[in-house]
């Protein structure tokens, strides 16, 4: 029996995946988590097979949720679960050890296909997603900025463009204000830009967010 770990910070997804689960022979939803940070807990207290993600929740977030679980153990596999289709996101996330990636509009179907697979050992990512990343990793030439930032920089990104100020960063993040300011202003100095405004609007031109997710 594979044990699975549902992770989002809204009930009527957990339900919903639950419900088409609860009918896919093989598979235990062992339990639910809310946020980042109670799902690294939980993959502490007892080792989940599989993690699906939401990896846009407040809080740590799924990056650095997922992060933190693969130090608990290689053998817990993460599958992200996110809004977001335009590289660079995909392709960090699977460079940060994640096992799969399924975007929120995605079928039971896929679904249920992406989890199996996973549980084979078979890494799965959303057809229209492995197709960005192949292109991308082939275009050297692709206009995409934000190829240049890290993990964190990346992670610290998002936040700001939702509106998270910097000392909330720092606390959901554990980290310094001092040391969210130099991640910043070295992306500022990465991207070209001068102000969280400017960067947000960046972000909506290549479409790395969403005017609805703000």
Known sequence: MVKLLLVDDHDLVRTGIRRIL???????????????????????????????????????????????????????????????????????????????????????????????????GIKYIAPEIAQQIALGQLDLNEDDPFKSLSERELQIMIMLTKGTKVPDIATQLNISAKTVNTYRYRMFEKLNVTSDVELTHLALRHQLIKSDNL
Do not use: W
């Open 22 to 120: 609860d009918d896919v022979d093989g598979f235990h939803v062992m339990a639910e988590a809310d946020s980042g940070e109670l799902a690294v807990k939980l993959c502490r207290k007892d080792p989940p097979d599989i993690v699906l993600m939401d990896m846009s929740m407040p809080g740590i977030g799924g990056l650095e949720a997922t992060k933190q679980i693969l130090r608990i153990s290689e053998g817990i596999k993460v599958v992200a679960l996110s809004v977001h289709k335009e590289n660079p996101f995909p392709a960090k996330v699977m460079q940060m050890g994640a096992f799969g990636y399924l975007t929120k509009d995605a079928d039971p179907q896929e679904m249920i296909i992406a989890l199996q697979k996973v549980s084979r």
